[in-house]
């Protein structure tokens, strides 16, 4: 081996693989976020565990909607003119600028530098960054543009709102020319994009990947939009922190946020190669479909039920070892429950050692960048032995055992292990498998 440069890069000479039943093992290595928490992963996490609410009222520009709150990522405080050239800023939609950032951040920590990484590495790094929905406000900007005049209408306006373009300007930035894979699942997006990843590490597609997910659309026409299928809250606008309740009685809908959170996911043995820091393993990844509706799952919770399941087995481990899980549960009367009696089935009687959390309490519902978010929580969880709490229950009405205060994560097996769910419109689902890292 020889190192390159200040950033300390370890290259290969050889390519070892590390095994775990005969497969490559998957570990996170370093992480980003711009959360209406925070700017950063640090300050995101310090106020999740706070049980702090980044959920406020919205602007007079939404005055007349039903729903008058959200979590809002503070543009004056996130300062992009000092990370974004004048040409990015123009050239990307709000949630790919977003990405962009968190994926700085996440190369950062995980004390990676592409600059000094050899072409044959470059080939072998790759970006799988997703996007759940583009924002409405570019469409009906364009139009009203277009009522102007045809010149009106900017030459960037269908690259903005392609979901693939956060990969593109990642990739590009950086030239990482492994995987360029992008994913839109409604609200499972970032899950998708992390289980994705993964799995092109494991097979042998990429030693490195930037995975998650971008999302920026709360504007007057999706917050219309989601009024509409009365899947907003509408009950707290005059306290918008309480708005979103996860698994209380009370709760009546979910908030909408904005945000995005990425991952950087090493081949095992890349990452010892090069004395990077391992927060925590990705163990398994199971996908399903509810067949039901196109926006509420089935009673029986089967297709959650299935995907978790499925991360299981293909984390090789039993449902004994398991003693907590994220949940999707985004604070509507119907998926929170059917999500717990879910949980139920997949543990039957070891449910009682599972404990359980949804942080959207604190940030809202970032849709197709919520499971990445949480999955980054859920990532510090296993390396701080910390589980973050679900704020704002005052009547718990489900039969699961949720964390209400942020607490240590002890467990009488040799790792943490965790599930992280995320279910999306159309009735697609993911669940991840984290756990703590073992040698």
Same mark, same amino acid.
């Given at each position: 081996?020889?190192?390159?440069?200040?950033?300390?890069?370890?290259?290969?000479?050889?390519?070892?693989?590390?095994?775990?039943?005969?497969?490559?093992?998957?570990?996170?290595?370093?992480?980003?976020?711009?959360?209406?928490?925070?700017?950063?992963?640090?300050?995101?996490?310090?106020?999740?565990?706070?049980?702090?609410?980044?959920?406020?009222?919205?602007?007079?520009?939404?005055?007349?909607?039903?729903?008058?709150?959200?979590?809002?990522?503070?543009?004056?405080?996130?300062?992009?003119?000092?990370?974004?050239?004048?040409?990015?800023?123009?050239?990307?939609?709000?949630?790919?600028?977003?990405?962009?950032?968190?994926?700085?951040?996440?190369?950062?920590?995980?004390?990676?530098?592409?600059?000094?990484?050899?072409?044959?590495?470059?080939?072998?790094?790759?970006?799988?960054?997703?996007?759940?929905?583009?924002?409405?406000?570019?469409?009906?900007?364009?139009?009203?543009?277009?009522?102007?005049?045809?010149?009106?209408?900017?030459?960037?306006?269908?690259?903005?709102?392609?979901?693939?373009?956060?990969?593109?300007?990642?990739?590009?930035?950086?030239?990482?020319?492994?995987?360029?894979?992008?994913?839109?699942? #409604?609200? *499972?997006? +970032? $899950?998708?994009? !992390?289980?994705?990843?993964?799995?092109?590490?494991? @097979? %042998? =597609? &990429?030693?490195?990947?930037?995975?998650?997910?971008?999302?920026?659309?709360?504007?007057?026409?999706?917050?219309?939009?989601?009024?509409?299928?009365?899947?907003?809250?509408?009950?707290?606008?005059?306290?918008?922190?309480?708005?979103?309740?996860?698994?209380?009685?009370?709760?009546?809908?979910?908030?909408?946020?904005?945000?995005?959170?990425?991952?950087?996911?090493?081949?095992?043995?890349? #990452?010892? *190669?090069? +004395? $990077?820091?391992? !927060?925590?393993?990705?163990?398994?990844?199971?996908? @399903? %479909? =509810? &067949?039901?509706?196109?926006?509420?799952?089935?009673?029986?919770?089967?297709?959650?039920?299935?995907?978790?399941?499925?991360?299981?087995?293909?984390?090789?481990?039993?449902?004994?070892?398991?003693?907590?899980?994220?949940?999707?549960?985004?604070?509507?009367?119907?998926?929170?429950?059917?999500?717990?009696?879910?949980?139920?089935?997949?543990?039957?009687?070891?449910?009682?050692?599972?404990?359980?959390?949804?942080?959207?309490?604190?940030?809202?519902?970032?849709?197709?960048?919520?499971?990445?978010?949480?999955?980054?929580?859920?990532?510090?969880?296993?390396?701080?032995?910390?589980?973050?709490?679900?704020?704002?229950?005052?009547?718990?009405?489900?039969?699961?055992?949720?964390?209400?205060?942020?607490?240590?994560?002890?467990?009488?097996?040799?790792?943490?292990?965790?599930?992280?769910?995320?279910?999306?419109?159309?009735?697609?689902?993911?669940?991840?498998?984290?756990?703590?890292?073992?040698?």
């Amino acid at each position: 081996m020889r190192v390159l440069g200040k950033c300390n890069i370890l290259v290969r000479q050889t390519r070892n693989l590390s095994t775990q039943s005969g497969r490559r093992r998957v570990v996170v290595t370093g992480s980003g976020a711009v959360t209406p928490l925070g700017n950063n992963g640090p300050d995101s996490w310090r106020r999740i565990l706070a049980g702090e609410s980044a959920i406020s009222r919205l602007s007079p520009e939404f005055k007349g909607l039903p729903c008058q709150v959200a979590a809002q990522i503070s543009r004056e405080s996130l300062q992009l003119d000092q990370h974004l050239t004048k040409s990015d800023i123009k050239l990307m939609s709000p949630a790919t600028q977003l990405a962009v950032l968190a994926a700085e951040e996440a190369l950062a920590t995980g004390k990676l530098c592409p600059k000094q990484l050899s072409e044959e590495q470059l080939e072998r790094f790759g970006v799988c960054v997703g996007m759940g929905m583009f924002d409405l406000a570019e469409v009906y900007g364009a139009w009203n543009q277009l009522q102007r005049g045809y010149n009106r209408v900017s030459p960037f306006f269908v690259p903005r709102l392609l979901p693939s373009m956060a990969c593109g300007h990642i990739s590009m930035r950086h030239g990482l020319r492994g995987p360029n894979h992008s994913v839109s699942t #409604a609200c *499972a997006t +970032g $899950a998708h994009a !992390l289980g994705d990843a993964m799995r092109f590490i494991r @097979s %042998g =597609d &990429a030693d490195v990947m930037l995975a998650g997910s971008g999302e920026a659309c709360i504007d007057p026409l999706s917050i219309a939009g989601f009024c509409r299928l009365r899947a907003l809250s509408t009950a707290f606008n005059d306290n918008p922190a309480v708005a979103s309740r996860p698994f209380d009685k009370s709760r009546d809908g979910f908030v909408m946020g904005e945000g995005a959170a990425v991952l950087l996911l090493e081949e095992l043995e890349h #990452a010892r *190669a090069r +004395g $990077a820091p391992i !927060l925590a393993e990705i163990l398994g990844y199971g996908l @399903s %479909g =509810d &067949a039901y509706h196109i926006t509420s799952p089935s009673d029986d919770g089967a297709g959650a039920t299935l995907a978790m399941k499925r991360a299981i087995q293909d984390a090789g481990i039993a449902p004994e070892d398991i003693t907590y899980v994220n949940a999707h549960a985004t604070s509507t009367p119907t998926g929170d429950r059917i999500e717990s009696h879910a949980i139920g089935r997949v543990f039957g009687n070891h449910t009682s050692q599972v404990r359980v959390s949804s942080t959207k309490g604190a940030h809202g519902h970032l849709l197709g960048s919520s499971g990445n978010l949480e999955a980054l929580f859920v990532v510090l969880a296993c390396a701080h032995n910390k589980l973050p709490p679900s704020i704002n229950i005052e009547h718990l009405d489900v039969d699961v055992n949720v964390v209400t205060k942020a607490t240590e994560w002890s467990s009488d097996q040799k790792r943490r292990v965790a599930l992280k769910n995320s279910f999306g419109f159309g009735g697609t689902n993911a669940s991840l498998c984290i756990a703590s890292y073992i040698e």
